[in-house]
Nanobody, 121 residues
Framework: QVQLVESGGGLVQPGGSLRLSCAAS????????MGWYRQAPGKQRELAAT???????NYADSVKGRFTISRDNAKNTVNLQMNSLKPEDTAVYYC???????????????WGQGTQVTVSS
């Protein structure tokens, strides 16, 4: 299975920037989609951005133009550059990967432990 380790969360003022990183480790699988989801207090977890192995990206409307997702397929890492942050971006951000097991050819998803992002003055 895939192990995910996230880093880069923290406290930032409105209008500031943060960069989240996630590294996937393990063996016996091929990662297709990597992404970031977020969950604000009292709300459901929602998509922030995803990127396929071919580089196709998808963003939530609320972050388009402010967030940029990127990945390094060789290193199995995914980053989320967040600019022009707003208080409503405050949430726990979770790294997510969708992968295929080489032995069973079954698709599965894995989640990171989450990293807190707080946007406040």
């Amino acid at each position: 299975q895939v192990q995910l380790v996230e880093s880069g969360g923290g406290l930032v003022q409105p209008g500031g920037s943060l960069r989240l990183s996630c590294a996937a480790s393990g063996s016996g699988f091929s990662i297709n989609v990597m992404g970031w989801y977020r969950q604000a207090p009292g709300k459901q977890r929602e998509l922030a951005a995803t990127i396929t192995s071919g580089g196709s990206t998808n963003y939530a409307d609320s972050v388009k133009g402010r967030f940029t997702i990127s990945r390094d397929n060789a290193k199995n890492t995914v980053n989320l550059q967040m600019n022009s942050l707003k208080p409503e971006d405050t949430a726990v951000y979770y790294c997510n990967v969708r992968a295929r097991d080489y032995d069973s050819w079954v698709d599965f998803a894995s989640w990171g432990q989450g990293t807190q992002v707080t946007v406040s003055s």
